[in-house]
């Protein structure tokens, strides 16, 4: 699987941005889907995932209630809508895939290129 990740930017606080991760390959609908991030100095860190049928999703505690992953796998692509953005969520952020439903680094199989998300105060 190769994964194409999208649609970061510059945004004030209180705004909202919406990601997209675009993958290749017939097995896309069979891996959970997660998203991670690294903000500037710190480790990758999990934001979200959501299982291949998309009907099971986990937060973060940090961006729960802010931040929505879903995924539409007629195109192989999987979401994360992120609201009420603050400067803490400013980072590179990166999908993953992984055969279950899993939130560490070192279990996800196959990685996409980042894309910077940036929150002005």
């Known amino acids: 699987v190769q994964l194409q990740a999208f649609g970061g930017g510059l945004v004030q606080a209180g705004g909202s941005l919406r990601l997209s991760c675009a993958a290749s390959?017939?097995?896309?609908?069979?891996?959970?889907m997660g998203w991670f991030r690294r903000a500037p100095g710190k480790e990758r860190e999990f934001v979200a995932v959501?299982?291949?049928?998309?009907?099971?999703?986990y937060y973060a505690d940090a961006v729960k209630g802010r931040f929505t992953i879903s995924r539409d796998n007629a195109k192989n692509t999987v979401y994360l809508q992120m609201n009420s953005l603050k400067p803490e969520d400013t980072a590179v952020y990166y999908c993953?895939?992984?055969?279950?439903?899993?939130?560490?680094?070192?279990?996800?199989?196959?990685w996409g290129q980042g894309t910077l998300v940036t929150v002005s105060s």
């Open positions: 993953a895939a992984a055969r279950t439903l899993v939130r560490r680094v070192y279990e996800y199989d196959f």
């Open positions: 959501i299982s291949w049928s998309g009907e099971s999703t």
């Open positions: 390959g017939r097995t896309f609908g069979s891996y959970a």
